[in-house]
């Protein structure tokens, strides 16, 4: 079975600052990976999903994702944050062929003025 | 086009009472899931439905009931509440089973049960 892990519970970064959040995943094969945003009151928003291919995945907001294989880890990064992208955020893993997505702990990131 | 929709968004049961939660979406989708929410855990799929009329058990089923009568409605109920299920529950709704393609959740419905 699949499982993800997120180390870093909160983390928080000036704006302005970069921001890396880690995900490790643990599964038999290549699993298909995706990165979620939960606002504050808001739901689940894809940020960006790799599947195959590059290994660097851009995504909305600014975002983007490197999967490497060697390390099992598909980590999340942006160059320079705003305020706005205080929120929680969700690594998920998947089998190709399936639906059903294992979700890590989540990372909430606050940013400080 | 609204999304996806969730009815209550908080809600505060006492131990033993019932309710129901409702999901919307309005993108004819026909795949749907609850999911719960509970700190340092993530998220977890209770129950998913794959089209009108079909639901099926997901990871954490037991103590919840779902139907799905109308294509673009998903509900979830708690015939008598626990504590245990105090949780933040999150529907979501996507066009296929394919992993590939997007779910798109709701706000959620926060509940607590005491």
């Known amino acids: 079975a699949q499982s993800v892990t997120q180390p870093d519970i909160h983390i928080t970064v000036s704006e302005g600052a970069s921001l890396e959040l880690r995900c490790n995943y643990s599964y038999g094969a290549t699993p298909y990976l995706f990165w979620y945003v939960q606002s504050p009151g808001q739901g689940l928003q894809l940020l960006l999903k790799y599947f195959s291919g590059d290994t660097l995945v851009q995504g909305i907001k600014g975002f983007e994702a490197e999967f490497k294989r060697s390390q099992s880890s598909f980590n999340l990064r942006k160059p320079s944050v705003h305020w706005s992208d205080a929120a929680e955020y969700f690594c998920?893993?998947?089998?190709?062929?399936?639906?059903?997505?294992?979700f890590g702990a989540g990372t909430t990131v606050t940013v400080r003025a | 086009n609204a999304g996806v929709t969730q009815t209550p968004k908080f809600r505060v049961l006492k131990t033993g009472q019932s309710m129901t939660l409702l999901c919307a979406q309005d993108?004819?989708?026909?795949?749907m899931y609850w999911y719960r929410q509970d700190p340092g855990m993530g998220l977890r799929l209770i129950h998913y439905?794959?089209?009108?009329?079909?639901?099926a058990k997901g990871e954490v089923p037991d103590g919840y009931n779902v139907s799905r009568l109308k294509k673009q409605n998903f509900l979830l109920g708690l015939e008598s509440a626990a504590p245990s299920q105090t949780s933040v529950y999150f529907c979501?709704?996507?066009?296929?089973?394919?992993?590939?393609?997007?779910?798109?959740f709701g706000p959620g419905t926060r509940l607590t049960v005491l």
């Open positions: 979501a709704s996507s066009y296929t089973e394919r992993i590939t393609d997007t779910q798109y």
């Open positions: 998920a893993v998947g089998p190709p062929g399936d639906y059903k997505l294992s």
């Open positions: 993108m004819n989708h026909e795949y």
């Open positions: 439905s794959v089209g009108e009329g079909t639901t």
